[in-house]
């Protein structure tokens, strides 16, 4: 499938294979987009985070709730969806994690390593979940019309 | 490839050679259980060396920070040596580097302990 200005999406299970392979997709589309290496490596680990997210904290493992991910490249960005089934977060209420005091805390550094690799990262709540928008400028000038397979 | 891991005595200093990915699932439930097996049987000088460790995650970054605060409530001490650039970066990033006792050689990282 030709990712210029197309759209690939997948439905997958709440389980760790996903997040594994949410993150072995956005690499190999990342790559074949033309991104440079520390931008695939940015793009690929705010993925996993996201679908960490979707797994754990949003289905939480529901063997009955799916997680969708989608990749699509449109304007010169790479435009990466996760949408998950569960209750949804408040954001509000996730603690800075470089507050002196949340320094030791073993959790909550997920959203906050999407926001430092990622141009844009939007979090909503709609009908069914959760939906995560994670957006990245291209920058590299031999960046899309290349081709990525399923 | 996940994570693998492998211990030896240096001068009363227990190196934990990593190696592979540190995230969510096994990499993670390695690291945890094999420092608190060194603690358990009193080993309380330990040192992390992750030169070989090439990817980590937020959960793998949280399981640092509890090797290092379950080692230090023990009465011991973590050190971490050999950072690759990537986990590098990430410690910085997350303010963490403020947090461990980073080292790039062994031999002074071993003699580091009190």
């Known amino acids: 499938m030709a990712m210029t200005e197309q759209r690939v999406s997948y439905t997958l299970d709440s389980s760790l294979e996903t997040i594994d392979s949410a993150e072995e997709k956005a690499t190999r589309i990342a790559?074949?987009?033309?991104?440079t290496e520390d931008e695939v490596m940015q793009i690929?680990?705010?993925?996993?985070?996201?679908a960490v997210n979707a797994v754990l904290h949003g289905n939480a493992y529901a063997p009955d709730k799916k997680v969708t991910l989608a990749f699509e490249h449109k304007g010169g960005d790479l435009v990466i969806t996760i949408c998950d089934q569960g209750k949804g977060m408040d954001l509000n209420r996730i603690p800075n994690p470089l507050a002196p005091e949340n320094l030791l805390k073993t959790s909550g550094r997920?959203?906050?390593?999407?926001?430092?690799?990622?141009?844009?990262?939007?979090?909503?709540?709609?009908?069914?979940?959760?939906?995560?928008?994670?957006?990245?400028?291209?920058?590299?000038?031999?960046a899309g019309g290349k081709e990525a397979s399923q | 490839?996940?994570?693998?891991?492998?211990?030896?005595?240096?001068?009363?200093?227990?190196?934990?050679?990593?190696?592979?990915?540190?995230t969510l699932g096994e990499g993670s439930v390695v690291l945890r259980d094999t420092v608190r097996d060194l603690l358990s049987k009193g080993n309380k000088k330990i040192i992390l060396n992750l030169a070989d460790v090439n990817y980590i995650d937020s959960s793998g970054i949280g399981e640092l920070v509890s090797a290092y605060?379950?080692?230090?409530?023990?009465?011991?001490?973590?050190?971490?040596?050999?950072?690759?650039?990537?986990?590098?970066?990430?410690l910085q990033i997350t303010k963490?580097?403020?947090v461990f006792d980073v080292k790039d050689d062994e031999t002074a990282a071993v003699k580091s302990f009190k």
């Open chain 1, 44 to 50: 690929s680990m705010a993925v996993r985070e996201g």
């Open chain 1, 110 to 142: 997920g959203i906050f390593l999407m926001r430092s690799f990622m141009d844009v990262v939007e979090i909503r709540p709609t009908q069914t979940g959760t939906e995560l928008k994670l957006i990245k400028h291209v920058h590299g000038p031999t």
């Open chain 2, 69 to 90: 605060t379950t080692t230090k409530n023990q009465g011991g001490e973590l050190k971490l040596l050999n950072l690759t650039k990537k986990v590098n970066d990430l």
């Open chain 1, 31 to 35: 790559t074949e987009l033309g991104f």
């Open chain 2, 96 to 98: 963490l580097y403020t």
């Open chain 2, 1 to 22: 490839m996940s994570m693998k891991v492998g211990s030896r005595q240096v001068d009363g200093v227990t190196i934990v050679d990593c190696s592979g990915r540190i």
